[in-house]
């Protein structure tokens, strides 16, 4: 079994209005699945229907290959941070986790190991009350409810919203040991691009709803390129380049000339021929599209 979340043309309207419409989408096991979209794209709803926090108005969602609306059984399998749970204020996060437990009966020993595994558990932090926590530990308190029932998968809308960087490196360091040590498959939501691009195996982009891209990160930032600025005769260009450069994609003014997925041999003749035609260089570069420039590709208005 490879597939561990699965959607059919999963649609969500409210009141008429299309909010959700999902072709498909698949999150394979043991992955870090990167589910970006700008703000009021779907991501939230789409987590909250595998939930079944909210029903979709049509289409198929398969958790570990069983329809979810067979049965609520696997709930018992996912961790969830959709939303800020409700905390009591005035007990320490060991005493939360402890009124949840006597809720959901787990096992009373994974209070600790979770506390632990979220870095809850020194002494300086056992005892403080919840109110007197700050923003990252309370995210990291919220991590703990979704892990303390050791879930096979975890849902976790926008974990790092409203950190600062050391909080998300926190959390993303979590986020990495959880899938690649403890074998969790998870399914984690953004609009924080340079974040997914460091921790997801796989991403799919979502915009107005739908799907517009799936698969494989390394895949979108296959693209590279290499910029030569300087100052260059375009006539004297021209006959350097030819019209076109064998297939390879070219564009020059100048002041800078960009060549697309070109080796290191190649880069290294022309500068050579460069410096032969006297043009001065100030910079050499290789440059990959990242995922904020891809994504604001695939997400632009026509
Ligand atoms: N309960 C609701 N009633 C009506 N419309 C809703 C409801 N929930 C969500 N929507 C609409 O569905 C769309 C998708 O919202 P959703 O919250 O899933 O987006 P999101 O990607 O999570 O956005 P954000 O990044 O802001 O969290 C939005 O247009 C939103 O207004
Ligand atoms: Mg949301």
Redesign the pocket.
């Known amino acids: 079994m490879t597939e561990v979340i699965q959607l059919k043309k999963v649609k ?1 309207n ?2 008429g ?1 299309p ?2 419409d999902l072709e498909r989408l698949t999150v394979r096991k043991g992955e870090i699945y990167g589910f970006l ?12 229907m595998i939930l079944s926090l ?1 029903e979709p108005t049509s289409g198929s969602i398969e958790v570990m290959n069983t329809p979810i609306n067979k049965s609520k059984d696997y709930l018992n399998y996912i961790g969830s941070m959709i939303e800020e749970p409700s905390y009591y204020p005035n007990l320490t996060g060991f005493e939360n986790l402890l009124v949840f437990q006597k809720m959901l009966g787990f096992k009373k020993k994974n209070i600790l190991k979770t506390l632990e595994m979220v870095g809850l558990s020194e002494e300086k932090n056992s005892k403080k009350l919840v109110k007197a926590y700050s923003l990252g530990m309370k995210q990291r308190l919220a991590l703990s409810f979704a892990l303390v029932k050791e879930p096979q998968i975890l849902l976790l ?2 974990p790092t919203n409203g950190l600062d960087p050391s909080g998300i490196h926190e959390i993303r360091e979590l986020i990495i040991h959880l899938a690649k040590e403890e074998g969790l498959t998870i399914f984690i ?1 953004s ?1 924080i691009l340079s974040e997914i691009e460091q921790i997801a195996d796989r991403v799919g982009i ?1 915009n107005h ?1 739908r799907l517009v891209y799936e698969g494989e990160i390394e895949k979108i930032k296959a693209n590279s390129w290499v910029e030569l600025e300087g100052e260059f005769d375009i006539e004297k260009l021209k006959a350097l380049f030819g019209d076109s450069f064998g297939n390879r994609k070219i564009e020059y003014s100048s002041k800078l000339i960009k060549i697309w997925n070109i080796n290191k041999e190649r880069i290294a003749n022309i500068i050579s021929s460069l410096v032969e035609l006297d043009f001065p260089i100030f910079r050499v570069e290789r440059r990959k599209e990242n995922l904020e420039e891809i994504f604001l590709e695939l997400t632009k208005e026509l």
């Open positions: 969500k409210f009141k209005v909010s959700v979209g700008p703000n009021g794209a779907g991501k939230t709803t789409t987590m909250k909210i809308d926008e939501s609009h979502i709803g």
